[in-house]
């Protein structure tokens, strides 16, 4: 579909002048207003996601993070005011409002016992009933989950955190998680904020962020928006997740909480240490009582791991005379990660009618990789249980990699009689650095290796002959050296207007708006290659491996032999002229600039008509985007620079109907794009002799028509089961082709690119459940059952050009990391001393790459995995607690597959992780 063009400038000047003029021509509203703040009666903690509501007028809003709500536009008169949060009965009070004045009304909650009010807003229930409190009140579909159930999980980081929910899922990198899914949907399918502001991504291709940069300590919640409203970006498919840092106003007055701890990998018999430390107070300045807050944190997690590797990459030959292994590869990892973070936040009431922040986010990620590895070729494909004769190489990788992410927002809230005005500007930076390093150090049998044979086609272990383990049987071949740096910065800006008002005794509101981002990206690739060893000065001793050779790694998956040292390499290398050695090819085909910009705005409106909220709406987005990369036929470079512009609409509408004050059913219908990945998007064009492989600049984005329709009912504290059905429908879906043959490429034996495809659809099911067995008498009454669980179909058409038939084919496939079903169980058990949880996530298999479009059995599948983690934690004294977690009970290892589960693409164990730490807080 061509995209079609607007000239954004005036819409956007029309809209506001027309919503101006219908606001200035109606009735006059009443000023007064009220307000208050909802806290626990013993902690004094606020509590967020409560409804408060005057029950004459049927008007009602949702108490914010520091428990504060306002009612605006409220005539005078006396009203009920009630105040419903889950686990306590329903708080009413009379109250008398008057015109141009402000009442102020509080509550408290008031359980029976300081006990039960731990429950409800502390501990594992407490945690929960936050975020189901949350769920409940929010106008769109989200799921929610607050710190404090963060720390309940032995979960290093936000992705982690996240695989929790319901409908999400997540990727994880040498066992850790990394990239979260949602509702079946890839990561490069979500949107991630930070306060609301748009997170760019530190990985040089791609949209998707990787969460395991940020430490989940620095976090306050997580918030997931599964539908999206008209005054939110529109660049998602599956979801938004909204990171929420710490906010002073949080918590009432003095609070701090200190974690020490250790872990110990089994794998790697490596012990790693953390601290991290969190505080937030109110002080008052001016004339204000409590008018400032300031939060901050510091995070840090130097963690030493490994894992244990056997791959095939898909290197099987399926033919009708049986299936033979033609290549695989023995890994060897040792990792250390050290993640850090900080945070650094201020609030400032200005007065009763304005509020001013500034919030401040930074992580630092540095992955310090050591690669063994050890390459077999057969030089024709053998059986399982055959011999056959092997090239055999042995290579090196010792690389660091350091990922940052920084994000800095200044904004406000005004009010102005019935007016609101929202305001933001915000700074988001991320980048990606590999400092130069041996990415391939590459060492060759002299001769090819007879008798080589495997067993399990599954988990390949190798048979080798003697000669495999001597090191003067390798000789070094090629050194590859590699550097790299990415940027990507993103600026904006965002004003909205909101005015509540009467229609026909009916509350109502409108909001528009606008919202200004600018994004550029930038890919910088070095690379050097040494070899022709013997024509730089190199005798055939100094070849020898015998002068390279390191001990042999502690590798668990067969025989392995000596590994390679960093340094002796190094020194090798240190008397050539790196100049003679620099690939400018290499180094320039993967460089690239891109600029992004859009432009949007938006117009909703919300009435309630008696148990019914309607929310109805538009957003219009222009995006303009610009690149520059290079063109290299064989012979000379030459820039390449390409435009592309398109627009967008979004109508939206979400219904939500009140059965009860505990049950409720929603509904929505909304439109969203996920714009192409910069690797997509990069205007690079390679030419080998006839071969071809090229970005595509004039990509459209995969847009999406959405429909929901759920169910939700709480019961008591931190209880709830809700069920939800979702369906998505795909246009415009990327993936990678081959357009050798076609009219453009007929010369060419291969021309790789990436296309849109006619459509996609996802579908399914999401289930959730958890309830505080408090109905039980003591002890039992301590036990929490949680669970949830999300069936999902996916199906997308893969179109290629068969030239034999000269002919456009088609294929079905399904959707890149959609598992079928996805679900969590957590069962756990509490009192006022002592806590524990087993919590276990399951993901069925998914597609994680089509490496042929034409063939379908060469489509690598990740296995289903299940993962067992264990948390117990015990009070020494009210603020002190000190916990142990166990990860991967099971030790679960990563398995990928082709053409069935039996054959081997990739099989990886991570051994099993423990936690011994401490913590200390003080309220």
Do not use: C
Not at 438 to 453: H, I, K, L, M, T
Not at 760 to 781: C, H, R
Not at 806 to 835: A, C, H, I, M, V
């Amino acid at each position: 579909m061509k995209p079609t063009q607007h000239r954004a400038p005036a819409f956007k000047r029309n809209l506001l002048l027309s919503v101006i003029a219908a606001l200035t021509a109606g009735q006059a509203w009443a000023d007064g207003q009220i307000s208050g703040q909802l806290t626990a009666q013993v902690s004094g903690l606020p509590l967020q996601g409560s409804r408060v509501r005057i029950e004459e007028l049927n008007v009602s809003t949702v108490t914010a993070r520091d428990g504060r709500y306002t009612l605006r536009g409220i005539e005078p008169g006396r009203y009920t005011l009630s105040v419903s949060y889950l686990g306590v009965q329903t708080l009413t009070r009379q109250v008398e409002v008057s015109d141009n004045e402000t009442l102020i009304s509080n509550f408290q909650i008031k359980p029976a016992t300081p006990e039960a009010e731990y429950v409800i807003v502390m501990g594992q229930a407490g945690s929960l009933n936050k975020a189901l409190n949350v769920q409940r009140s929010a106008d769109n579909v989200v799921s929610a989950v607050s710190a404090d159930a963060i720390g309940q999980l032995p979960d290093t980081n936000v992705s982690e955190a996240l695989q929790r929910l319901p409908g999400l899922s997540i990727e994880r990198d040498q066992g850790e998680g990394r990239y979260v899914r949602v509702r079946g949907l890839g990561p490069d399918y979500n949107a991630v904020t930070v306060n609301g502001v748009n997170l760019p991504s530190p990985d040089s291709g791609r949209r998707a962020v990787a969460l395991d940069v940020i430490p989940s300590d620095l976090l306050e919640s997580l918030v997931v928006s599964k539908t999206l409203t008209a005054d939110m970006d529109a660049n998602s498919l599956g979801g938004s997740i909204d990171i929420q840092s710490l906010s002073a106003f949080d918590r009432d007055g003095m609070f701090y909480s200190f974690i020490a701890e250790g872990s110990y990998n089994e794998l790697s018999d490596s012990t790693s240490p953390k601290l991290a430390l969190t505080a937030s107070d109110q002080f008052s300045i001016g004339s204000g009582t409590n008018n400032l807050g300031i939060a901050g944190g510091i995070s840090w997690y130097d963690r030493e791991f490994g894992s244990d590797n056997v791959e095939t990459g898909g290197g099987w030959d399926f033919d009708d005379e049986g299936t033979l292994l033609e290549e695989l590869e023995q890994r060897d990892y040792l990792i250390t990660r050290e993640r850090s973070g900080a945070t650094l936040n201020f609030d400032y009431k200005l007065s009763d009618n304005t509020q001013l922040y500034w919030r401040n986010l930074y992580s630092r990620y540095t992955d310090s990789e050591v690669r063994l590895a050890n390459i077999f070729e057969f030089e024709e494909g053998v059986a399982p249980g055959e011999a056959g004769v092997a090239e055999v190489a042995r290579e090196l990788k010792d690389r660091e990699e350091t990922q940052e992410i920084f994000s800095t927002a200044f904004g406000g809230s005004s009010r102005l009689n019935n007016w609101t005005i929202d305001y933001r500007a915000a700074l988001s930076e991320s980048s990606e650095d590999e400092p130069r390093h041996v990415s391939g150090a590459v060492f060759e049998a002299s001769d090819a290796f007879e008798s080589v044979s495997f067993t399990d086609t599954r988990q390949p272990h190798l048979s080798t002959p003697a000669a495999f383990l001597s090191v003067d049987s390798y000789e070094m071949a090629e050194v590859e050296k590699a550097g790299s740096g990415t940027n990507d910065e993103e600026r904006s800006f965002q004003l909205d207007f909101t005015r509540d008002f009467f229609i026909a005794q009916h509350s109502a509101q409108l909001k528009f708006g606008g919202k200004y981002r600018n994004r550029e990206k930038d890919n910088d690739v070095e690379i050097w290659v040494y070899e022709d060893f013997d024509e730089n000065g190199f005798s055939d001793d100094q070849l020898l491996m015998s002068h390279y050779a390191a001990d042999a790694p502690d590798y668990t998956l067969g025989q392995f032999g000596p590994g390679i040292d960093t340094a002796a390499v190094a020194s090798a290398l240190a008397g050539l002229n790196e100049e003679d050695f620099y690939s400018d090819e290499d180094s320039t085909i993967e460089d690239f600039d891109v600029e992004e910009t859009v432009s949007a705005a938006y117009v909703m409106g919300r009435v309630d008509l008696n148990s019914l909220r309607l929310i109805a709406g538009v957003r219009y987005e222009d995006t303009e985007f610009s690149s520059m990369g290079t063109r290299f036929d064989g012979d000379e470079f030459s820039p390449l620079a390409v435009d592309n512009q398109y627009d967008n609409w979004f109508p939206s509408v979400h219904a939500r109907y009140t059965l009860g004050e505990n049950t409720q059913l929603r509904g929505s219908w909304t439109n969203s794009l996920v714009r192409p990945n910069f690797e997509q998007l990069a205007p690079n064009f390679v030419i080998d002799d006839e071969e071809a492989e090229f970005g595509n600049p004039l990509l459209d984005p995969m847009e999406s028509e959405n429909f929901d329709v759920g169910f939700e009912h709480y019961m008591g504290v931190a209880g709830v089961v809700s069920v939800y059905a979702f369906y998505k429908d795909i246009d415009n879906f990327i993936y990678q082709t081959d357009l050798a043959g076609t009219d453009q490429y007929g010369d060419y034996d291969e021309a790789i690119t990436f296309a849109n495809g006619d459509a996609a659809e996802v579908s399914g099911v999401e289930l959730a459940f958890s309830k505080q067995l408090d109905f039980l008498p003591a002890p039992f009454s301590g036990f929490l059952v949680s669970a949830n669980a999300t069936f999902s179909d996916s199906e997308a058409n893969l179109s290629y050009y068969d030239a034999d038939e000269s002919n456009w084919l088609s294929r079905d496939s399904k959707l890149p990391s959609q598992s079928d079903t996805t679900g969590n169980l957590s069962l756990g058990y509490e009192s006022s001393s002592f806590s524990v949880r087993l919590a276990a996530n399951y993901k069925s298999e998914y597609l994680l790459e089509v490496q042929d479009v034409t063939d379908a059995d060469a489509d690598v599948y990740v296995d289903e995995q299940t993962q067992l983690d264990l948390s117990a934690r015990y009070y020494l004294t009210d603020g002190v607690q000190v916990y142990l977690e166990a990860l991967n009970l099971t030790d679960e290892p990563y398995y990928a597959y082709v053409n069935g589960r039996a054959y081997n693409a990739q099989y990886e164990t991570y051994g099993l992780t423990f936690k011994l730490g401490l913590t200390v807080t003080n309220f």
